[in-house]
């Protein structure tokens, strides 16, 4: 349906309309108390009066445009209803109209274009759009609401072309679409060709040989875990952002910032979600929520429609189509987006209320080659069960320790799969996430620092359900390992590329951390199964076949390794003062083990069915996700 009213023209500047406010308050939809404290936080904030008071709750979106439409002097337009001319998109760039937000609706019959616009329609505005459509243009307005879906309506073809290919026909090399390359495929046949080959003439000598290396490579996995967390200690007490610089900060230059959210099944959550949002420290009419939904997940809709979102929060279609994943729907998140910043945030999550505003101010610090800064991640429900125990340990060791440690030794850092803030333009130099990877965000973190940008850490926590069953552990885990060798076989493609791009130092971290952990999981059961043969037979008899030497070797390497892991497990206690849980770190042999029962599976469908999303159940926990006794 399509409003007409009387043509007072603003745009001409035939008189000074009245305040907004006054408007407002004359219909009826606000009272003069709400428009009074929506000017003070205008003064605060110096957002748009109107983006404030729909932000609050105030007034509907819709009915906020149809007065500005009657101020503008132009007719309001409903793009859910009204009909569009498609002839009208063939040439217009659709990321051009979320940007600027406006949308060409019809000819008229001389000639001129009806155009959307969600922003006051001044003359260099109207020019400026005409002189793109190549005609002259008549102003109608509308909502940034109605924009965006208008987009994800008539343009849901080139969203999903860009969602799902846009980074493999851009840079190939770079994509997950082919796990493995040509040469990589004759690499691999002609590795295992010779192993067979040698089992079959030396099977004694091939196992001393494969005994030895898997002792040795497993020993120096954990000792480069080990190394950088120990440099990451040394960042223990120090905050890489203080409260006096959050505080420091003023709300009328924080810019607008997108929050995507991608969720898949998950009613059951997804209320829970609302309410965290809504505790961010950040202006809320500078926030653009995008809550990501799949065509087919009506539940998930309906249940977070029934928790009242605010205005804020944009439902956003993914458009159905191959592959079905995460970083795809982030990649039509991303295609929409007009924040200057831009984090993503799973339905669980909790972040610390002034995480962005941290944010913030760790890019307006750093340099241009920063791209994104890695919040850390930690469980409400750590002490659940064991698995929730274990799952806290090395998150904590993991996020408070091994990437301060990265970032300090300047390695490449494999982001977390939430809480990455970015800066949107330079993600998109990036090419957004890869949707054939299945760690999207490890992935996106080493080709930040192969294309020379760099990823930081801040001291803000996000906290996330702990995984308390075990099977979904397994499919959790099993998924996050294939993605570290899908990136490890991705990024190897051109190892002299890499070298000359990263350096020899980096490259050699990223080998260890991104190839070197799921490598190390699976050669953990040989280690294991040669710690219990040796207990069971003699040294001579065991000499027999393995020399004395690599017997040692390999022994030595599965106990130090296995002491190492447990140290920088129970380090994990510390910075959060969580001590009650140390005793648990000795469990984390055990801890590995299901680790390795992910990693066989894990490597069986990176060849078989490389792309398959394992989806991860949340709200399994009986924890209360409200709690406040966090450390």
């Given at each position: 349906m ?12 035939a ?8 408007e407002?308050?004359?219909?009826g ?5 709400d ?5 003070a ?8 009066l109107?983006?404030i ?11 906020l ?8 002097g ?6 859910t209803?009204?009909p569009?001319?498609?002839?009208l998109?063939k ?24 155009v ?27 909502s940034?609401w ?9 343009f849901?073809?080139e ?7 846009g ?10 679409y082919?796990?493995l ?9 002609v ?9 079959v003439l ?8 494969l005994s ?11 000792v480069f875990?080990?190394v ?14 203080t ?9 009328t230059?924080?810019p ?5 959210v991608?969720?898949?099944?998950e ?20 926030l653009e929520?995008f ?16 928790a ?6 944009t439902?956003?279609?993914v ?21 200057e910043?831009l984090?993503?945030?799973?339905a ?9 505003k941290?944010a913030?101010?760790?890019f307006?610090?750093?340099?241009e080659?920063?791209?994104c800064v890695?919040?850390?991640?930690n469980y409400?429900?750590a ?9 806290t340990l ?16 300047h ?9 990455n ?24 973190g080493i ?16 906290y996330?359900?702990?995984n308390?069953?075990?099977g979904?552990?397994?499919?959790q885990?099993s ?10 076989l991705?990024h ?10 990263l ?7 990223f ?8 490598i190390?999981?699976l ?9 219990i ?17 690599v017997?040692?070797?390999g022994?030595?390497s599965?106990?130090i390794?296995?002491?190492l892991m447990?140290?920088?497990s129970?380090?994990?206690?510390f ?13 984390n042999p ?22 398959y ?14 709690s406040?006794?966090?450390?």
């Open positions: 399509c409003y007409i009213v009387k043509p007072v023209s603003v745009v001409a500047g008189h000074t309309p009245r305040p907004l406010g006054a407002l308050v004359d219909r939809l606000v009272s003069e108390e428009v009074d404290w929506a000017l936080r205008q003064r605060e904030t110096g957002s748009m109107g983006s008071l729909v932000a609050a709750g105030m007034v509907r979106r819709i009915d445009y149809r007065v500005l439409s009657e101020m503008w132009c007719s309001f337009v409903d793009l209803d009204d569009i001319d498609p002839a998109l040439d217009v760039d659709p990321r051009r109209l979320v940007a600027e937000l406006w949308f060409p609706v019809r000819v008229e019959p001389d000639g001129r274009i009806v959307a616009t969600a922003l006051r329609p001044t003359p260099e505005r109207l020019r400026t759009i005409g002189a793109i459509l190549g005609a002259p243009v008549v102003p109608a307005a509308t940034e109605d924009i965006r879906r208008a987009v994800g309506r008539y849901a073809d969203m999903l072309e860009e969602a799902a290919l980074l493999w026909r851009r840079d190939r090399d770079r994509s997950a082919q796990v390359n040509r040469s990589q495929r004759i690499a691999i046949v590795i295992l060709a010779g192993l067979v080959a040698a089992l030396a099977p004694i000598g091939t196992a001393v040989v030895a290396t898997a002792g040795v490579g497993f020993l120096v996995s954990v875990k080990f950088t967390c120990m440099v990451g200690s040394r960042y223990e007490a120090v905050d890489s952002v409260p006096e610089e959050i505080a420091a900060l003023d709300d230059e924080l607008l910032y997108t929050i995507l991608p969720v898949y099944h009613a059951n959550v997804v209320g829970l979600l609302m309410d965290n949002l809504g505790r961010l420290d950040y202006p809320k009419e500078k929520i809550l990501l939904l799949e065509a087919d997940d009506d539940e998930t809709r309906q249940a977070a429609m029934a009242h979102p605010p205005e804020t929060v439902f956003v279609t458009p159905p189509g191959h592959p079905q994943t995460k970083p795809k729907a982030c990649n039509v998140g991303l295609y929409l987006a007009r924040g910043f984090v993503i945030y799973d669980e999550d909790r972040p610390d209320p002034q995480q962005l941290a913030v101010v760790a307006r610090r750093s340099d080659h920063s791209v890695q919040a850390a991640l409400f429900n002490e659940e069960n064991a698995l929730t125990r274990l799952f090395e998150y904590s060791f993991w996020f408070d320790y091994m990437l301060p440690g990265l970032e300090a030794m390695l490449p850092i494999p982001l977390g799969g939430t809480s803030h970015f800066r949107t333009q330079a993600l998109r130099q990036l090419g957004g996430w890869d949707p054939f990877n299945v760690t999207e965000d490890a992935d996106l080709r930040s620092a192969a294309l020379g940008q760099t990823v930081g850490v801040i001291g803000s926590t996000t996330e359900e702990a308390r069953a075990y979904n552990f397994v499919r885990r998924r996050w390992v294939k993605g570290y060798l899908m990136t490890t991705v190897l493609r051109h190892p002299i590329e890499l070298v000359r791009r350096g020899l130092f980096k490259s050699f971290g080998a260890l951390l991104v190839g070197g952990t799921p190390a999981f050669l953990l059961p040989p280690l294991y199964i040669l710690f043969v040796s207990l069971v037979f003699s040294p001579a008899t065991l000499s027999k076949i393995f020399p004395g030497p017997l040692w070797m022994l030595a599965f106990i390794g296995n002491a447990i140290y920088v129970l380090m994990g206690v910075k959060r003062g969580r001590y009650r849980m140390a005793v648990w770190a000795l469990a055990l801890y590995w083990l299901l680790h390795s029962v992910a990693s066989y599976k894990a490597l069986w469908q990176l060849i078989v069915k490389p792309h999303w394992e989806k991860t159940v949340h709200g399994l926990t009986g924890d209360d996700p409200r406040t006794d966090l450390p």
